[in-house]
């Protein structure tokens, strides 16, 4: 018999919104961890998001053999104009294998490993200049976006 996940008392229509700060959201999950334990339910809104905290149960999750790709519905919509594609075939369809064949050893574990000097340039500048503009406001999501970008860039193409 399975044992249901834990998760917070839910309000009338907000769900478990109240258990997050919006200041300090990552507070707020660390404090469900400790009540919780490393997997807990929260509902907002009436969308169920289920929150895992350990690296046992990522491994878990992410084992391929146990768990089928879904499409959520703004994949679905785009399938049914583009068709079956990279981001749109499911499992079962020819191009998700063709696809998979293709990116799994480009981002494979040696793969990412050998693009780790080009990660750690790019990383290294965001901190030099966070550095150099220590007195300012920093727009962090701004950054970490530049910061993505520019890695794609630079591990992907060599630009």
């Given at each position: 018999?399975?044992?249901p996940i834990p998760q917070p008392h839910e309000r009338f229509l907000i ?32 969308s169920r998001t289920i929150v895992i905290c350990s690296q046992e149960l ?102």
């Amino acid at each position: 018999m399975s044992t249901p996940i834990p998760q917070p008392h839910e309000r009338f229509l907000i769900g478990n919104l109240n258990e997050l700060d919006s200041d300090f959201p990552l507070g707020s999950f660390l404090k469900l961890h400790k009540l919780y334990g490393d997997i807990y339910c929260l509902n907002i809104f009436g969308s169920r998001t289920i929150v895992i905290c350990s690296q046992e149960l990522v491994n878990f999750v992410c084992d391929q053999s146990k768990f089928d790709k879904t499409l959520g519905r703004p994949i679905e919509e785009i399938r049914s104009v583009a068709g079956d594609g990279l981001f749109t075939a499911r499992t079962s369809e020819p191009n998700w294998k063709l696809a998979h064949n293709i990116l799994v050893p480009a981002f494979g574990p040696h793969a990412i490993r050998s693009m780790f000097p080009q990660m750690m340039d790019i990383a290294s500048q965001l901190i030099l200049r966070w550095h150099h503009f220590a007195e300012e406001e920093i727009d962090v999501c701004d950054n970490f976006t530049r910061l993505t970008l520019d890695t794609i860039a630079l591990c992907g193409f060599d630009y």
